[in-house]
């Protein structure tokens, strides 16, 4: 009897010192001696529920410039910063933040001015404004691929996400 309850009262205080909320958090594991913008892994606890959100491009930044061209939406970093507001506020409809991505696909376009390579440099300048920030340090997974195209000749950027409800 008094084994049984000195191992009670040693699980009830393993228990308060773990926290009850400890098994439940979504674990971000940084990249090793690294301080590059992404998770190298996430790991989702059992009963999370799982959002996966379409993809989205980016809307006309100049509404002058000729319909569905480069100059309508912008540069990389232009574009990125579109996608990545629109995805803040689909989140943010369905009662979720930026901080609960985890993991993120991202297409990207080569861009003329770039000889038709990715702007990879211009999509970071766009993404370190939303991720890696004080404000905002959930770092995602992430891919980046270059694609031919996208939906529209002016679309240099897609990016898709997944999201973990809190």
Do not use: W
């Amino acid at each position: 009897m008094i084994c049984r309850l000195i191992a009670a009262t040693s699980l009830a205080a393993f228990l308060a010192l773990a926290g009850p909320a400890s098994a439940q958090d979504v674990i971000r594991h940084k990249i090793p001696n690294s301080d590059f913008p992404i998770a190298q892994a996430v790991e989702i606890p059992a009963g999370k529920t799982t959002v996966y959100v379409s993809g989205a491009v980016p809307t006309v930044a100049d509404p002058a410039a000729e319909k569905n061209t480069l100059a309508a939406y912008g540069d990389t970093k232009t574009q990125t910063e579109s996608v990545l507001r629109s995805i803040e506020k689909t989140l943010s409809g369905l009662g979720l933040k930026m901080g609960d991505v985890v993991k993120m696909q991202v297409f990207l376009v080569g861009d003329p001015a770039k000889g038709g390579k990715m702007d990879f440099a211009g999509f970071m300048e766009g993404y370190k404004q939303f991720y890696g920030t004080a404000d905002q340090p959930n770092l995602p997974t992430r891919s980046v691929f270059q694609v031919a195209g996208l939906a529209s000749p002016g679309f240099l950027v897609e990016i898709e996400v997944t999201a973990v409800r809190p």
